[in-house]
């Protein structure tokens, strides 16, 4: 039995120092990393549309719902269907500012990194620097 381990285990370690070696001497290796990532796209908050609470107030109901979130303005009035959760969730944050509610789900936990992917096509603008 013992031999049988020790081979095997032989085995296994010449396995891992081949591949090691094999990927040290891959040049693929060492240039994938920073080639494939572009850089985060930019907001242009001078060239966008600006919003003030006042107009996104006027945006309160789930057949013309307008968030701020973040300092950006969304108009989430065609998701709003798809959404998982039942429209009354989402109702209370149309037309108000709902960064917290996005952070927080009405129970401390963030939205998931697709969620928030999901909202960049709905963003319509940002929100004026002075409305609180």
Not at 47 to 53: C, D, G, W
Request: charged share 20%; with cysteine.
């Amino acid at each position: 039995m013992k031999t049988f381990m020790f081979a095997a285990w032989s085995a296994f370690i010449g396995a891992i120092a081949t591949l090691t070696f094999v990927a040290w001497l891959s040049p693929a290796s060492v240039a994938q990393e920073p080639a494939s990532e572009s850089p985060a796209p930019t907001i242009s908050a001078a060239s966008e549309k600006s919003f003030s609470l006042d107009e996104i107030a006027k945006h309160n109901r789930l057949e013309d719902c307008w968030m701020a979130i973040e300092g950006n303005v969304y108009d989430i009035t065609s998701y709003v269907k798809n959404h998982p959760a039942p429209p009354s969730v989402l109702q209370r944050w149309c037309g108000k500012e709902a960064t917290e509610g996005m952070r927080t789900k009405g129970y401390g936990a963030d939205h998931s990194k697709t969620a928030w992917e999901m909202l960049k096509p709905l963003r319509i603008g940002v929100l004026e620097r002075n409305a609180n």
